[in-house]
C-alpha cells in the first residue's frame, strides 16, 4: 500500500483515517496560512483555538479573524496581530470545570 508523502495512516478508533501533513507559515506576524485543519473549536478576536493533525493549536493575539477556512482541505487563513502559537495534545479544550492550565498539561 503506497502512501503519499507528509501522511500517516491513523489506525486507531476512528475508521482508518489518512492524518493531513501539518503546516504552519506566520509572515510577520500578521498572516498565518495553516494545513492540517481538522476543526475550529472556538475563535474570537483574541484567541482562535484549532484542532490539528498534529493537537490543539492556540493562537492568541489581536484583531485576529479567519479569512478563509475549508475543513474538507484543512486548510486556513488567519489575519490579525499574533502574539503566540501553542500547541497541545489535549483532547478535551474547553472542558467545563478544568482549569485552562490543568487542561492544557494534563
Do not use: C
Request: glycine share 8%.
Amino acid at each position: 500500500m503506497e502512501q503519499s508523502s507528509g501522511s500517516k495512516q491513523n489506525l486507531g478508533s476512528k475508521q482508518n483515517q489518512i492524518t493531513k501533513p501539518h503546516k504552519l507559515v506566520l509572515d510577520n506576524r500578521k498572516r498565518t496560512n495553516l494545513t492540517g485543519i481538522e476543526d475550529v473549536v472556538e475563535f474570537d478576536t483574541t484567541q482562535i483555538v484549532l484542532e490539528s493533525s498534529m493537537g490543539m493549536l492556540v493562537i492568541k493575539g489581536a484583531d485576529l479573524k479567519i479569512t478563509r477556512l475549508s475543513i474538507e482541505k484543512g486548510e486556513a487563513d488567519i489575519d490579525g496581530s499574533v502574539d503566540s502559537v501553542i500547541y497541545s495534545q489535549i483532547k478535551n479544550y474547553g472542558e467545563k470545570g478544568k482549569s485552562v492550565l490543568k487542561r492544557m498539561f494534563s
